[in-house]
Nanobody
Framework: VQLVESGGGLVQAGGSLRLSCAASGRTFSIYYMGWFRQAPGKEREFVAA????????YYADSVKGRFTISRDNAKNTVYLQMNSLHPEDTAVYYC?????????????????WGQGSQVTVSS
């Protein structure tokens, strides 16, 4: 599975961005796709995940109500709509995919990763 992300950038606090992640290759094997982020000097942290077939979604408490994960199965693409952005949302955002059917917030459970997309929120 190959994952290509797009849509990062610089935005002011309170603004919005949408990240996209296009999957190719063995997409039939994907159960979950997600978004993780990593700020400088911090651990990689779970942001959101979505079940590829039925669309069940999971969110970190820190983004619940502000971020929305969605997918377009026809385009093999997952999105992360980020609203009401805070400076603390600044990080490199990664899109991973996993082939096992259990949802998890552990980044080590995801076997395929995109290249990362920088999101910077200015105060």
């Amino acid at each position: 599975v190959q994952l290509v992300e797009s849509g990062g950038g610089l935005v002011q606090a309170g603004g919005s961005l949408r990240l996209s992640c296009a999957a190719s290759g063995r997409t039939f094997s994907i159960y979950y796709m997600g978004w993780f982020r990593q700020a400088p000097g911090k651990e990689r942290e779970f942001v959101a995940a979505i079940n590829w077939s039925v669309g069940l979604t999971y969110y970190a408490d820190s983004v619940k109500g502000r971020f929305t994960i969605s997918r377009d199965n026809a385009k093999n693409t997952v999105y992360l709509q980020m609203n009401s952005l805070h400076p603390e949302d600044t990080a490199v955002y990664y899109c991973p995919a996993k082939e096992s059917p259990l949802p998890t917030v552990r980044w080590t459970a995801y076997g395929y990763w995109g290249q990362g997309s920088q999101v910077t929120v200015s105060s």
